[in-house]
């Protein structure tokens, strides 16, 4: 009987120490997540809204759904575009992408 009281007493500080390896080994998977995941979405964000706030005639942009045109009037809200054979659009500014092939041209 002592000797089983004696195992049950050395078990109990293992599984605290446990405990707190699972408690660490769970705060380094948010973190991982958050700087893998979380951050660079919202740095993506952030520039999307910045490219958006600074659209001005005569800009390409591509909407999101795939219509590509040339910015021709900008509301707070909207933005009016030109198609090809000067057809206008009116599309809400979270729709606006900027045109793949201008992000190519600005790195240069």
């Avoid at 408690?23 to 660079?40: D, G, T």
């Amino acid at each position: 009987m002592r000797t089983l009281e004696m195992v049950l007493l050395n078990a109990a500080p293992a599984q605290q120490q446990n405990q707190w390896s699972s408690i660490i080994m769970l705060l380094m998977i948010v973190v991982v997540f958050y700087f893998f995941m979380i951050r660079p979405q919202q740095k993506k964000q952030k520039e999307q809204k910045l490219f958006r706030d600074s659209l001005k005639k005569g800009d390409k942009i591509i909407t999101a759904g795939g219509i590509y045109g040339k910015v021709a009037e900008v509301g707070n809200y909207y933005v009016v575009i030109e198609t090809e054979g000067n057809v206008r659009l009116k599309v809400d500014k979270s729709a606006i992408h900027k045109d793949p092939s201008e992000i190519s041209t600005d790195n240069k």
